[in-house]
């Protein structure tokens, strides 16, 4: 390997890995190869001894004190204290700070302050901005925006915007918007404050489409259920 310059940086194992500044970064214990910290300060990467997983393949472009950990072609970009782990693969933390992705394949974190992506079958999700969001054993969901929000128990293609303290558990193609404090209850489904819908799509719920579609509107105190039929919605 190679150490391009700066201050008290190290390297201990690796063929085809390079150092290329910043100060006491390191790139130790780890047989895989083509490792590359740009620059910046503490950052490292390492072998998962525990998991029995080596790291080759990961990068770390800059910012202070990140570690790639035990996983193959992973990236963090910058920031500040952010942790790539548990033989996640393809996976990248883009900024922010204290984000945490373990076990996870070909996700992301982008921006926003302690994230974390978790469980060995969680796969292709996205946190974007926010703080404290969680994705754990989910596929293929998002979260952006927002605080302490979580997608967990399996859930597929379920989504979170713009919402706090809310959370998907198990419910497929499950959407809250704007929620808070709210848990969703219905699969395929659209949460938002004061409007619930189901059916075949947003259209046809609001007459526009074939077939009658239920529409319920809610308040503090009252629920109310029209269906596409209803004059009232047209």
């Known amino acids: 390997g190679t150490i391009g310059g700066g201050y008290y940086n190290s390297m201990t194992a690796g063929d085809y890995s390079t150092i290329a500044g910043g100060q006491y970064n390191a790139i130790v214990a780890v047989s895989g ?25 990961c990068t770390i472009g800059g910012g202070s004190t990140n570690i790639a950990h035990g996983g193959n072609y992973t990236t963090i970009a910058g920031g500040q204290g952010n ?22 394949y070909s996700s992301i974190v982008a921006g926003g302050s302690e ?70 209850d219905q699969a395929s489904t659209v949460f938002m404050p004061g409007l619930k819908v189901t059916g075949a799509s947003v259209r046809a719920a609001l007459g526009s489409g074939d077939g009658d579609v239920s529409v319920q509107f809610t308040n503090s105190t009252n629920l109310f259920t029209y269906h596409t039929s209803d004059a009232r919605l047209k």
């Open 83 to 104: 942790t790539i782990t548990g033989n996640s693969t393809h996976s990248i933390i883009a900024g922010g700070h204290s984000h945490v992705i373990s076990g996870s």
């Open 33 to 57: 190869d083509g490792n590359t910290i740009g620059g910046g300060h503490k950052n490292s990467i390492s072998a998962d001894n525990t998991l029995l997983t080596d790291s080759s393949y």
């Open 115 to 184: 994230h974390g992506m978790t469980g060995n079958q969680n796969h292709r999700n996205t946190i974007i901005g926010g703080h404290q969001n969680k994705i754990d054993k989910a596929q293929y969901s998002a979260i952006v925006g927002g605080y302490g929000n979580s997608i967990s128990g399996g859930a597929s293609n379920a989504g979170m915007f713009g919402s706090a303290r809310s959370s998907i558990n198990g419910y497929n193609h499950a959407v809250m918007i704007g929620c808070d404090a709210s848990v969703a």
